[in-house]
Antibody, heavy 121, light 110 residues
Framework: EVQILETGGGLVKPGGSLRLSCATS????????MNWVRQAPGKGLEWVAQ??????????YYAESLEGRVTISRDDSKSSVYLQVSSLRAEDTAIYYC????????????WGQGVMVTVSS | DTVLTQSPALAVSLGQRVTISCKAS??????????IHWYQQKPGQQPKLLIY???NLESGVPARFSGSGSGTDFTLNIDPVEADDIATYFC?????????FGAGTKLELK
């Protein structure tokens, strides 16, 4: 069974930083591109970042709205992916979901339960 | 970025057929596939993939869900609507980078 579990959320002051972790199991992590998608309270979904697998040299891609403030990384030995977000702003307040991109169809086929990040003084 | 436009909310009666629309600001279809996918999100839960490539049902999704469309206009149908289907539905495109989502259509009971 595919399992995705995010940790690391919490309350952060504006200008602060946070590192989110995503532990996975139940599938061959090395094969997949992993993503972070966020959802502000009561709002829609916004893709944040993607990291590809070793075959694609772990290439990373970011939403323009966060470029320069966010870094995605992965540790294949731990089947885990991470998101470092810096210079946090109130508008970064959201649930951050770790998602798997399907192998054959570019859908977000599995999602974690999400982790809440609140940016407030 | 490709903008996906959805109606914010729809009021439905249990047992009826409902159609949720998603309109893309540019074509999201190739000659082979349409790169529109649909997700269901219930309050307090993560989104769940329902339909991929516009019309293909994800494994385990009930057959009362169906999808159609091509180019820029897509629909998700639920027939008949059951109580468990009251949720918010998002369309998402993966034809153009960055991948984008519609703002979601919230199904409400009449």
């Amino acid at each position: 069974e595919v399992q995705i579990l995010e940790t690391g959320g919490g309350l952060v002051k504006p200008g602060g930083s946070l590192r989110l972790s995503c532990a996975t199991s139940g599938f061959n992590f090395n094969d997949y591109f992993m993503n972070w998608v966020r959802q502000a309270p009561g709002k829609g979904l916004e893709w944040v970042a993607q990291i590809r697998n070793k075959n694609y040299n772990y290439a990373t891609y970011y939403a323009e709205s966060l470029e320069g403030r966010v870094t995605i990384s992965r540790d294949d030995s731990k089947s885990s992916v991470y998101l470092q977000v810096s210079s946090l702003r109130a508008e970064d307040t959201a649930i951050y979901y770790c998602t798997r991109l399907g192998l054959w169809v570019p859908t977000f086929d599995y999602w974690g339960q999400g982790v809440m990040v609140t940016v407030s003084s | 970025d490709t903008v996906l436009t959805q109606s914010p909310a729809l009021a439905v009666s249990l047992g009826q057929r409902v159609t949720i629309s998603c309109k893309a600001s540019e074509s999201v279809s190739s000659s082979s596939f349409s790169y529109i996918h649909w997700y269901q999100q219930k309050p307090g839960q993560q989104p769940k993939l329902l339909i991929y490539h516009a019309s293909n049902l994800e494994s385990g999704v009930p057959a009362r869900f169906s999808g159609s469309g091509s180019g820029t206009d897509f629909t998700l149908n639920i027939d008949p609507v059951e109580a468990d289907d009251i949720a918010t539905y998002f369309c998402q495109q993966s034809w153009n980078d960055p991948y984008t989502f519609g703002a979601g259509t919230k199904l409400e009971l009449k």
